[in-house]
């Protein structure tokens, strides 16, 4: 197990795998997704749209780096209508996500990570307002940025549906794979 696979589990990584940004599609069709504002997020908070910018954006940003490193997180749930255990897998989630950015950053400084859900870290965000309190541990949205997660769980080669009564979040670490080589994580 090289660094990289140790440092994702014992975030509590469930699957990764890698993938080409250039190969990653960002679609104004999974924006809409964000514009119905089926989370309630939209237009409220520094990682979500559309304080993140256009889609265009979005994948100029994710394309100043070479590869993705793609993960997941499964929670089990009582069954298909467990919210409470969809709540707690969320949480679970982002706990998971601010494991694998500590981790990271303590190798490398350059690398953008994208999850699932948006930002709420600050009871009250201040979008638009004033500028964000925590912008170093604010993840945009991989579905804010366009990205369609299932094809991008696809590209990585991980599972997107791991089974009933099971709900799967997904994140993404864009970064340069010489790096990842040169400070030994792969």
């Not at 590869?67 to 982002?94: H, N, P, R, W």
């Not at 993840?139 to 940025?145: K, Q, R």
Request: charged content about 25%.
């Amino acid at each position: 197990m090289n660094v990289l696979e140790q440092l994702l589990k014992d975030a509590g990584v469930f699957e990764h795998g890698f993938a080409d940004v250039f190969k990653i599609q960002f679609t104004q069709e999974v924006r809409a997704m964000c514009e119905m504002n089926t989370c309630r997020k939209y237009n409220k908070t520094w990682a979500c749209p559309p304080a993140i910018g256009t889609v265009e954006e979005c994948r100029d940003r994710v394309q100043q780096y070479d590869t993705m490193v793609v993960f997941s997180v499964k929670c089990d749930l009582e069954d298909s209508f467990d919210y409470e255990g969809m709540v707690a897998g969320g949480e679970k989630f982002k706990q998971v996500c601010l494991s694998v950015d500590k981790a990271l950053r303590s190798y490398m400084d350059d690398f953008l990570l994208l999850a699932n859900e948006g930002c709420d870290k600050c009871k009250e965000c201040t979008y638009p307002d004033a500028p964000c309190r925590f912008p170093e541990q604010t993840h945009g949205s991989l579905e804010g940025y366009g990205i369609f997660v299932s094809e991008l769980a696809k590209q990585a080669g991980i599972h997107y549906i791991n089974g009933a009564d099971t709900v799967t979040y997904f994140a993404g670490v864009a970064c340069r794979w010489d790096t990842l080589v040169q400070k030994g994580l792969v």
